[in-house]
Each structure stands twice: as C-alpha cells, then as structure tokens.
C-alpha cells in the first residue's frame, strides 16, 4: 500500500503525530521498534509535568497553552482523565535562570503566579524546607500527566480514525526524493508522499547524515517512600516542584501511588545511546540524589527506597527543540532533541507535524526549534 505520511517511531510525539494526520482523513503508516506505550525511550515513568509560567523561555508558553486545551479534548474523546491538576512551584535564588525565567514568562504573558518567599514555602508546603536566600512561584493551573497512558490514548485514536500502526517494526533506513519517500524495515520496503521522523533517542541514528549536535543523557529516578507526614504529600496539598540549588536542577511530584514520591535531578545523566544505555541503578547513585537535594530540601520525603528507573534526554546544545522540514528534503519533517522538558507539549507537537507534512507551514511561531541554528555547524 501507498501512504500519504510515514512516521518513524511512535512515542510521545509520534503517536500525536499519527493521531492529528489520521483525524485529517491522511492515510497514515506508523512504525516503531517496541511495543506500545513502552519503557525503552523516554515517554515513561508514569508521571511528566506539565506547567505553563515557562522559565526555558517565554515562546513556549502559548504552545503550552494549546497543549492544555489538545489534553482536555484527548480526555474527553477517550473518555478518560489524562491530567491531574496539583498546582505547580518552582523554588531557587531570586536571580537564578529557573526563578527568574518563571516570573518573565507569567509578566510576558499575564498568567496568575504568586511570589512567595522562603518562610511563605515553607507554611504553605510544610514538606519543602527551601533556604533563606531562596523563592518561590507558585502556578495553580500545573499539575501531572502519565506518559504511557497519553501514549496509548494517542494511538488507540489514532487507530480508530484509521491509521496503520507496526509496532515491534523497526525503521532500518530511508530515502527521500522530490516525488516521495521509502522507509525500509526487517519486513520490507513502504513508500508514502511524505515522512515523519520522531525517533526520540535513536535521532541520532535516523538522522545521522545531518550530524545534528545531539547528545543522549542517561537520567535516574527514584521513588521515595516519605519518612514523616505522608499526608502532606497528597496530590492535593502536594505540587508538583522544581528546585534549583547550587547550579542544579531538581524534580518531583506528589504521592500518586504507593510507589512513593518520584524525586530526580534534571538533564546531569552521563552520555549514553539508545543501544547501549546501562538499565542498572547503583546505590551511590541514590545516596547521591539524597545527599544532593532530599535530605536537605525535603527530608519529610527521605524515606525507603521503593522503585527506580532510567530515561533517556535527547539534548540539544541550548536545550530547545528542533521541529522543522529535513534541510534537504521538503518532504520529511523532523521533531526531536526534546531536551527532557518536552512530553507536556506532545498533543500540540503532533498538531505542529501533521501541519508541517500536509500544508508546509503551521501557524504556531516555531522559529525557535528551526534547524537553522544548527546548519553551520554541520555544513
């Protein structure tokens, strides 16, 4: 069969992608190595923030509020609730990039945000114990998504509005001309008018003749069962939070499960590969994320142990994404280097695609996630 639109890899992003093109009438193709909603990639782990007072930078905030609206009309197709809202702090120095960035996006763009300093943290969240000299700014509308039952959603739509989906079918080359396109796999050769590529972090591989500066991080996370006040973590007096401390990033979530709280430190994994990533967790690793940030910022939270986990970040160099045409092909539209901060964005990432492939241009300002920024370096 002839499709209009392959897409290669169907995570976070390409599962959005399949969903958008397949409601549009598009016969779509999607592949992917694993089975669906997996835990090899990044779009898992059973909990990913969502916030909209946006410190990277102020463009992301009108995508995060399209973001908001695409979830809620998700939920209300499948019938099922995908966002959990639990209000949202971030906490650090006042002239720090994660308080300062917050604050310039909520004034840039009018959200609700309250400024509190450390004494206000602390009566209001009696679990978070921030220094003196830090703040905080709190968002009511932030709360927790679940990566794996997004992804599923994404594709169960996607498939009733007629989208073919292979999993356990890997892409093992491409090629593109200005009359279409042909991906290859273990099973075979597909053509199609036009391709996706939301390969998350095999991009290096898929992508590999344009040589994009990517680096793929190992992340660890752990679920710590609290050690005192475990009411005080419930979603609904618990946000979810992100902290700065000494030049370091830091998450966490409230108590969803009897797992405990996810507590991990953001974008500071080692080098890795898709391939080649260590899946074991050492004890030092843990003491680590203890020592580093629990023990002293939420010691309510330093108790037992009770899960953990490893991701991947595909980085770019400045932490923004890339979604844009292949410089060479007009055909093939690219989403990765996600950077860790963008599974929020999934719903309207797969808007942004379908757009990109069907009409070649979107509404949404994108400039920033041009490949443009890159060129020079891989010319």
Known sequence: ?????IIVGLGGMGSAAAYHLARRGWRVLGLDRHAPAHDQGASHGRSRIIREAYWEHPSY???????????DELARAAARPLLLTTGGIVIGPPDGALVGGA????????????????????????IFAPADDMIGVYERRAGVLVPEECVRVHLDQAARSGAELHHEEPATGWTATADGVAVQTPRGSYQAERLVIAAGPWAPQVLGDLGFPLVIERQVIA??????????FEPARCPVHIWQVNGRMF????????????????????PTTAETIKRKIEPAEIEELRRGFVARF?????????ATSTCMYTMTPDTHFII??????????????????GFKFVPVVGEILADLALDGG???????????????RIA
């Not at 004034?107 to 009696?126: G, M, N, Q, T």
């Open 362 to 376: 979107t509404r949404y300002d994108i400039s920033l996630f041009s490949t443009s920024r890159f060129l020079s």
């Open 1 to 5: 069969m002839h499709y209009d639109v």
């Open 251 to 270: 998450y966490g979530f409230p108590l969803l499960d009897s797992n405990g709280v996810k507590i991990a430190e953001h974008a500071s994994g080692d």
């Open 103 to 126: 604050i310039e996006s909520a004034r840039i763009h009018r959200l609700h945000h309250e400024v509190l300093d450390a004494a206000s943290v602390r009566k209001r969240f009696p």
């Open 298 to 306: 939420m010691p309510a939270a330093n108790g037992e142990v009770r």
């Open 61 to 71: 905030v009108p995508l995060v509020q399209r973001a908001y609206e695409l979830w």
């Open 223 to 232: 679920w710590f069962h609290p050690a005192a006040q475990a009411e005080a």
């Open 324 to 341: 844009d045409h292949h410089p060479h092909h007009e055909n093939v539209v690219i989403a990765c280097g996600f950077s860790g901060h």
